[in-house]
């Protein structure tokens, strides 16, 4: 693994040694000294042209806390404020000599190119782009899922019970919400189905994908009876982009009171879920639209532990990427 | 950990056994004495294994010390250390597994820890866990157990307590095979020999 792109570029295995090696990175979070030399004398470049406060905040950390060296670079107050491209960005870091660069992006696939167009030797995180992939977002998610539902595993002895070895096999995750402009649930989809979980999206018909057929999953326009038929393990509501939403093409629901009304998890909703689901979302939330404020406070919500786990996926991650590159210099012993 | 020159598993399934189960089972022995006896006893002794042939070491050195000790408990005693994050040659090879670091619930904060490992050879694996260590805690002191001491240190470290010292070549390739782990019978073989042998010829 050179990149990391997009979840549906993982294969199984890959997929569950990224959480094995997550739930190692977290057991060392627990410590008094939570900093590992691993990394040390590398830098991560954390290059965001869209706003982010968790992921940017969580990857720092994770870079941080593997004793990394951290540049921050956001397009606010930045060349590319000026014009600059993409590319002439990207030949700035790769003089600047860059181990890893976390990119967030509002085009698809500006990740992608930045891998693969040969303006950089760095190996590339993709930490959002567009409405494509989130693929961090989507491994913080099966990790935090596999750490409350997945069968106690036994491929390690002791140590680590939280789910290591295990995969998402069986479980039910309904996704919820503005899956239309979501790469959070695109990223969610490739990767649990490829864990092994079954996967609903439901949302209003505006607010799904052309193309969503194509999908490994369900898709339903009715909240309640998915809840009360289906039983899913999980709800991850997903945020309404009102950002995304403001362009040519309109509105796509009435009304937010209509949306919260079918779509909202609320304290009714909430009370008819299994007694061991979890709910979970992306962050940041909105209060009163898509989740009520009794379902984020409630003992089946895992919303804090979500950005917890964050930090150890992107420590994992940034281990994974960087630590065994034997391309690099080399000789420093 | 450092068994020799990284070359794919089981590439040479045969070579010299110069340890046999009996021989490793009367080294674990006498090794656990000689623990009781520099520590005057089994108090605040803390035993990690080095993933992944330490760990069960640990294990066996841990059950001969309950046998000199009764009051000497195996389970909170007996830990394990990953070392992988802090290794100095990460760099040079293929992204290593992260494995388990798993401490006695008492910690090792002013305990005697006693390390174990397999195979002790260019002592970097151990540099890298005393790094590991004093990041967990500050134990009163540490000492190092390894079944085999195989030479070409590295860097300044010795052992305290050692099986077998087996003299090699740089080349040879020293593997310690251990029932638990590897479903065969007990054993410490040197592989690669043949190879070492032409080799100091040729120089």
Redesign the interface.
Known sequence: MKHLLSTADLSKQEAV?LL??AA??A??QS?E?K????LRGRTVVNLFFEDSTRTRISFETAAKR?SADVINFSAKGSSVSKGESLKDTALTLHAMGADAVVVRHWASGAPYQLAHAGWLDAAVLNAGDGTHMHPTQALLDAYTIRRHLAVRGSG?????ADGVGADLAGLRVAIVGDVLHSRVARANVALLRTLGAEVTLVAPPTLVPVGVETWPCRTSYDLDATLDDWRPDAVMMLRVQRERMSGGAGAFFPSPLEYSRYYGLDARRLARLADHAIVMHPGPMNRGLEISAEAADSDKAVIVEQVANGIAVRMAAL??LM????S?E?N?? | MSPGPALPADSEPDGTTVLGASDVARALTRIAHEIVERARGTDDLVLLGIPTRGVTLARRLAERLAQIDPAFDVDACVGELDVTMYRDDLRRQPTRAVGVTRLPAAGIENKTVVLVDDVLFSGRTIRAALDALGDLGRPRAVRLACLVDRGHREVPIRPDFVGKNLPTAQSERVRVRLAEVDDVADAVVIAGRDDAAGERGAR
């Open positions: 040694g094995d090696t190692q990175m057991a060392t410590r000294i900093k590992l030399p691993t593997l390690l002895p002791g140590g680590a281990y994974l630590a065994g590159d034997s690099a080399g420093d012993l």
